[in-house]
């Protein structure tokens, strides 16, 4: 049965290499693009997607997250100038996530955890469950975005669960 980090790691070892792979051919001199006005830029995409990984830590270290504390500065993540800077970044996320998921107990995956925006409860969680929908679901749904900007881009998409009109098997 194991544990639920043995559990978990080799799937999200699977889609953050897949998400590497897809952030790894993300045009630099498309950073601005956006398919729709309102859509999130290229570069804040890739951004976000290099982002989703500190979730982790701040999933397991804490109880909850406010995004806009009442009083106090809304988060911000960091922004990147090229996509190697956004590939560092991801795979240090990464490493540090995964730290952070093999030092949790078997006790620490069921505390609650929420998230907050301007002090409101949006939702809460336990943490094995948020890690799941928050961040890995979160993560498959953007990288999903980033498939269809590159293609929109005429940049080869890699293959994430299967072949792509780019790339085989």
Known sequence: MGTIHQNLLPELD???ATTRRL???APPAKTDWRPHPKSM???DLVTHLAN???WVPLTLM???LDLAPPGGPPWVPPKFTSGQDALKTLDANVQGARACILAASAADWSVPWTLKKGGVALFTLPRAACIRSFVMGHMVHHRGQLSVYLR??????PAVYGPTADERF
């Open 152 to 157: 929109l881009c005429d940049v080869p998409v």
């Open 14 to 16: 699977q889609e953050w």
């Open 62 to 64: 804490a109880t909850e």
């Open 52 to 54: 989703i990984p500190t």
């Open 41 to 43: 830029s290229l570069g």
């Open 23 to 25: 952030v790894a051919v």
